[in-house]
């Protein structure tokens, strides 16, 4: 009895926490650079080990290590170092959509980030 029911505890808290977010992610960063807006496309390139989040983020040529990954149910946070700044990550799940808000450095300016789930080909 006690093992149907410890069964049933960690399946509810795997459904709970969310999707598995391994895998590579594209998308794009609206940002603005010298007053004008611009697009710049990304692409995340990340493994996931239960509330842990490790990989890459950048644009395709040119990715950065991902620090400080953290999942919390549909809440994604986590630092990449640019180089010329740390970009601070807040975003959101939504099945195969991250979104939410990008800081270059604790101070800058939040700029939108939009991702999806790049589906592979079997």
Do not use: F
């Not at 970009?87 to 799940?93: A, D, G, H, Q, T």
Request: proline share 2%; charged share 25%.
């Amino acid at each position: 009895m006690k093992s149907i029911l410890l069964s049933l505890l960690l399946a509810a808290t795997w459904t709970l926490s969310g999707a598995d977010l391994t895998g590579k992610w594209s998308g794009t960063v609206d940002m603005k650079q010298d007053g004008d807006a611009q697009t710049i496309p990304v692409v995340m390139i990340v493994k996931q080990d239960g509330k842990t989040l490790t990989g890459t983020a950048g644009p395709e040529e040119d990715q950065h290590a991902i620090s400080k990954g953290l999942v919390d149910g549909d809440t994604v946070t986590m630092e990449v170092d640019g180089g010329d700044a740390v970009y601070y990550l807040e975003l959101k799940v939504d099945g195969d959509q991250i979104s939410g808000a990008v800081k270059a450095g604790a101070d800058g300016e939040k700029m939108k980030i939009a991702l999806k789930r790049v589906k592979q080909d079997s």
